[in-house]
């Protein structure tokens, strides 16, 4: 075989593997980003309840009872606006307790609530924390970008964790 017909080969194999690493990052960074995305999307559900409670119906729940998934109880208002109501809903998942009285938000148009607070703002993002440790994974290992990797790992363990000691 020629010099010439190596050296094209040569060639042609290199872009090959060029394309194939161009591929792998695009799709690599695409699977990331989706997952960063999905991770705000599941956590604005709650959070913009807790961030944005400026002309929402402000109050406290009182805790008389938890089933598996939710607990119930009196509310009583603090803002200006906002009405009594005998039975309110709030996730158990919360880390609320019986008896105690929580700060919460109503969301519009339901008689379910949301804690407010240091507590529920950071409950709220607790699906961005899980979604940042998931892209870690997929940032260091499909990226090969190792130091993001471990930045997004640190900041999802950080999220979870102060989620988890502040309920």
Excluded: N
């Amino acid at each position: 075989m020629p010099a010439h017909a190596h050296a094209r080969a040569r060639a042609s194999r290199r872009r090959g593997l060029v394309a194939l690493r161009l591929g792998r990052l695009a799709v690599m960074g695409a699977v990331a980003v989706l997952i960063l995305i999905a991770g705000v999307w599941a956590s604005w559900g709650t959070a913009q309840h807790v961030m944005l409670s400026k002309g929402r119906e402000r109050g406290t729940m009182t805790v008389t009872s938890c089933g598996e998934d939710r607990c119930t109880g009196p509310y009583r208002p603090t803002s200006v606006g906002s009405t009594a109501r005998d039975l309110v809903v709030v996730d158990s998942e919360v880390a609320v307790e019986r008896g105690r009285t929580y700060a919460v938000v109503v969301k519009p148009g339901s008689d379910e609530v949301v804690r407010t607070g240091t507590g529920g703002l950071l409950y709220a993002w607790v699906p961005l924390g899980g979604a940042l440790l998931l892209a870690s994974v997929v940032v260091a290992g499909g990226l090969g970008r190792s130091r993001l990797g471990w930045a997004f790992g640190g900041a999802g363990l950080t999220l979870v964790t102060a989620a988890f000691l502040a309920l």
